[in-house]
Structures are given as structure tokens and as C-alpha cells.
């Protein structure tokens, strides 16, 4: 297949289409069409079939797509048919919320450990992972092959936790620290702001009330 851009648009509906069709696979349904698909994703029909038009396509006129062999190649393109080592800096109530999610290990995510400062928290243990004290992580990085690093750390630290992860191998930075971060164009940055999807929420709210009250 000839290679080409994919937009960011469509990988950013990638991950609903597999978890919808991860849904479908659990409610034992072997094929669906586009227009059905798009029924229960909110998105056109069109969208569906030119979105996966990009990767072969997948579907068969008049059969639609198997669901579980959809569901197997979107994996592969999201790399999810492999595993993924990463650590999570910042032991605190969020760093502690992201490291019981038992969802990472299903797509393949793997936590190898957790890192802070707070001496209060050396060796406490999150699903059996202890924390480490961050004066170790440099020298766990070396011995260990960490893809991902999570920061849920204050903003203030973020800049330079960030470049110290980056100078020892870190591919991706998930970062939760309500700041940007300026990093080499090789390095992926999925940045998560909370005060900014609450302010949306606040706003999509406020419209909302208004619509109510015309």
C-alpha cells in the first residue's frame, strides 16, 4: 500500500471505532455494515468507509465488515498487538488513580513503576508496583525499556522531569501537568488538560441552560 498522511482527525476516532467494536465483539455480533456502524458512532456512513479507506479498507460490498477481523487490524494500527512498558511520575492521588486502572494491561500497557519525591510514599505499593524515589529514575531508565512516561506532577517540575526523561530514552510523554511542553519534534506529547475539558463541559452547560430557557 502506498504510503500517505494520515490526518489527525482520523486517528483521533481510531480508538472509538475499536472500542465500539470491542463492544460488539462482547455482545457476540460476527458482521455490521457501515450505516449501522455509524448509528451507534454518531458519524456518516461516508466518514466510516473513507476513514478506513485509508488503511485497505476492509469492508466487502454487500457483507459489510467482520467485526472481529475489523477489530484485530485497527488494533494493529494502533499498535496495540504489542505491549508497551511505562512508568508514571508522580505518585499522588492522580498518579495513583492512572496506576489502578486495569484497563492498561488489556490494550497492552504495561506498568513497570512509579516515581515521586514525597519520602512518606517510598515503597508503598500500587497493584504490588512500590514506589521508587525520583533520585532511582534515571538509573531505572538505563536498566529498563520504558517507552511511555505519564506526569501527573506539578507544573513547576514538569519542564525539566520532562527533559530528563527525554535524555534517557522516553519515546511518548502523557502529560497531565496543566503546562506545554517544549520537546525535541521525535519525541510524542499527548497533553491532557482537565481545567480546559471542564471548561468546555462549563460552556456546553451554560448553552445548554439557555436552550431551555427560550
Do not use: C
Amino acid at each position: 500500500m502506498e504510503e500517505r498522511k494520515i490526518s489527525r482527525a482520523v486517528i483521533s476516532r481510531l480508538p472509538r471505532y475499536y472500542r465500539y467494536l470491542g463492544d460488539l465483539m462482547e455482545d457476540q455480533v460476527e458482521r455490521i455494515s457501515s450505516n449501522d456502524l455509524s448509528k451507534k458512532m454518531h458519524v456518516t456512513a461516508s466518514q466510516i468507509r473513507q476513514d478506513l479507506n485509508n488503511f485497505g479498507g476492509f469492508g466487502q460490498q454487500g457483507y459489510g465488515y467482520n467485526v472481529k477481523y475489523l477489530y484485530t487490524e485497527i488494533g494493529k494500527i494502533l499498535g496495540l498487538d504489542r505491549s508497551h512498558n511505562f512508568i508514571i511520575i508522580g505518585a499522588g492521588n492522580l498518579g495513583q488513580a492512572l496506576a489502578n486502572y486495569a484497563s492498561f494491561e488489556k490494550g497492552g500497557f504495561i506498568l513497570k513503576g512509579l516515581f515521586d519525591v514525597n519520602p512518606r510514599l517510598e515503597g508503598v505499593a500500587i497493584r504490588g508496583i512500590p514506589v521508587r524515589m525520583m533520585d532511582e529514575l534515571q538509573e531505572f531508565l538505563q536498566n529498563n525499556e520504558i517507552e511511555i512516561a505519564a506526569l501527573t506532577i506539578p507544573k513547576s517540575k514538569a519542564k525539566e522531569v520532562a527533559e530528563l526523561l527525554v535524555d534517557n530514552g522516553i519515546q511518548a510523554i502523557w502529560n497531565f501537568a496543566h503546562t506545554d511542553l517544549n520537546l525535541p519534534k521525535d519525541v510524542i506529547v499527548e497533553s491532557v488538560h482537565l481545567s480546559d475539558s471542564l471548561m468546555k463541559l462549563s460552556y456546553n452547560v451554560s448553552r445548554h441552560r439557555e436552550e431551555q430557557n427560550k
